[in-house]
């Protein structure tokens, strides 16, 4: 049988009822719309994370305190983080590895209770330095940033981030000038940082900063560091850099067994794969789930055809003793059934891209299409047609001609 012919032939048998075509091709289209949203919806969160991660620094090591462990060999762990054993000669030691590392910052945290204008706030004060910006990646929207001379003299200043300027003075109000008081302590707000959002780890907007050492005299009497952020030069140099940051701890700590650290590093492209993994089994997860709706609309598939073999019996009988072959009639309904899905994966795909920017629009949540999920769901259906249509065009190629010119 020539193509035009088997073209023009399937798409007669199609049309002929076009409500039962219609809700057919329905199911395919549901099944591939849904795979695209899906991957799209987890390719986007996986981005967005990734983002928001990185803008924090790319380059980033950072180096939190161990835990504090009890008196003897079998003391009670605190918890990661409980001990004080991270410094500013601690700081001072991993900045001399210049110029593998390009900036080093130092962070005392606590959450404080904040008031200013009869309003109020509990966030995360950080007492840091000037390096801050650098290391984490920041920028000033509002004011100035802390300087070496303000740590120097215990300047009672801050810095604010944006929800915590938006909590204390309103959305988009200029504070600088402004007073605030932490721990009965009156701070004057010299600026306030540009809006990066959320990490998945925190907020580093919602955050107040301070000069290290009046975050040391006025609101947090110990004298170990939180932790200490590390910008590497190269991000080629990561894993060095790391090894050479832990080295120099374990000599300065006068720690023999790399095991017994009392510190912790984590690498922020660790951080990144590790979150990406995560993502990409939720997406693979989404996938799977929507994909299922494909196996539906392949069974959907599977019979109609089969009810049409039953209603064409009598024209398949005829067909075969006008001289059709055996693989004449089987290309038939296999073309059918492979018509309906590339049709239905057609608009799917359309249906699953509109979807996607709908929900990216409307929604408030970022999704990305790629030319993978559209080929592979593409693919996918004109498989299942293939699949679930073989079994029909088979059974209608081996009707015996006789007894289907008898059939009622």
């Known amino acids: 049988m020539k193509t035009e012919d088997l073209l023009r032939e399937t798409y007669e048998a199609l049309t002929v009822n076009k409500v039962r075509s219609g809700l057919t091709v329905l199911g395919i289209v549901i099944g591939i719309g849904s795979v695209i949203a899906m991957i799209s919806l987890g390719q986007g969160a996986q981005k967005d994370i990734e983002g928001r991660i990185e803008s924090i620094g790319s380059n980033l090591i950072t180096v939190y305190p161990g835990a504090q462990q009890g008196a003897g060999s ?5 918890g990661s983080g409980s001990a004080q054993t991270l410094t500013l000669e601690d700081m001072d030691a991993i900045a001399a590895l210049s110029p593998l590392v390009s900036a080093v910052e130092p962070e005392k945290s606590n959450r404080v209770q904040i008031t200013a204008k009869g309003t109020n706030t509990n966030t995360s004060v950080i007492g840091t330095t000037d390096q801050y910006l650098q290391v984490k990646n920041t920028e000033i929207d509002l004011g100035t940033f802390i300087t070496d001379q303000n740590v120097k003299s215990l300047a009672k200043v801050a810095v604010l981030g944006p929800s915590a300027r938006d909590e204390l003075f309103g959305e988009g109000f200029d504070p600088t000038g402004e007073r605030v008081k932490m721990n009965g302590v009156s701070f004057t707000v010299i600026g306030v940082t540009k809006s990066k959002g959320g990490t998945g780890f925190g907020s580093s907007d919602d955050v107040v900063l301070v000069p290290i050492s009046t975050a040391e005299q006025y609101l947090s009497k110990s004298s170990g560091l939180s932790n200490i952020g590390v910008e590497v030069a190269d991000q080629k140099n990561m894993a060095e850099a790391q090894q050479a940051v832990t080295s120099i701890l374990l000599v300065r700590h006068n720690i023999a067994d790399p095991a017994n650290a009392d510190f912790r590093i984590l690498n922020q492209q660790d951080i990144i794969a590790t979150a990406s993994s995560v993502t990409q089994t939720f997406t693979l997860l989404l ?16 019979n109609m055809m089969l009810t049409t073999v039953t209603e064409r019996t009598r024209e398949i009988g005829l067909r075969k003793s006008l001289g059709a072959k055996n693989a004449d009639i089987s290309s038939q309904f296999l073309a059918e059934a492979i018509m309906l899905t590339v049709v239905g994966g057609i608009i799917g795909v359309g249906l699953g891209w509109g979807a996607s920017v709908g929900i990216s629009r409307f929604g408030g949540i970022s999704t990305a299409v790629t030319a993978v999920p559209i080929l592979l ?5 004109a498989v299942i047609g293939i699949v679930f249509g073989y079994y029909p065009a088979r059974r209608a190629a081996q009707l015996n001609p006789i007894e289907a010119l008898r059939y009622e």
């Open 74 to 78: 079998r003391g009670v762990s605190s």
């Open 287 to 302: 996938g799977a789930v929507a994909g299922i709706s494909l196996i539906v609309g392949g069974i959907g598939i599977m």
């Open 377 to 381: 769901a593409f693919g996918v259906s």
